[in-house]
């Protein structure tokens, strides 16, 4: 069984920051991509961005390139949030691949976290 458990969601005023982290147990010989998704109730699932288990390779979505940045320490990934927007408003979901590769096809991620919700005010 794999578990992934998100923190670190809440309230900020646009222009601030967040960081999200995403704890995993469960598959101590794995070497799979983890990945951030968020979703609102107007909008599909959306891929934020993922990085491999070891940190070398990393993804972002054009909407938040620059704003955003994915890392990996040990079992932890975290989602540092800068410069936030008001439609950066979801719910944040961290998920694991059955690959090791970073992709961005939310299909590719059996495992997900509950989620974390982040509201940004204008």
């Known amino acids: 069984q794999v578990d992934l458990v998100e923190s670190g969601g809440g309230l900020v005023q646009a222009g601030g920051s967040l960081r999200l982290s995403c704890t995993t147990s469960?598959?101590?010989?794995?070497?799979?991509?983890i990945a951030w998704f968020r979703q609102t109730p107007e909008k599909r699932r959306e891929f934020v961005a993922a990085v491999s288990k070891t940190g070398t390779f990393k993804n972002h979505a054009n909407a938040v390139k620059g704003r955003f940045a994915i890392s990996v320490a040990g079992n932890t990934i975290y989602l540092q949030m800068d410069s936030l927007k008001p439609e950066d408003s979801a719910v944040y979901y961290c998920?694991?691949?059955?690959?090791?590769?970073?992709?961005?096809?939310?299909?590719?991620?059996?495992?997900w976290g509950q989620g974390t919700q982040v509201t940004v005010s204008s």
């Open positions: 998920a694991e691949s059955q690959f090791q590769t970073p992709t961005r096809d939310w299909t590719d991620y059996p495992y």
């Open positions: 469960g598959r101590p010989s794995a070497e799979h991509a």
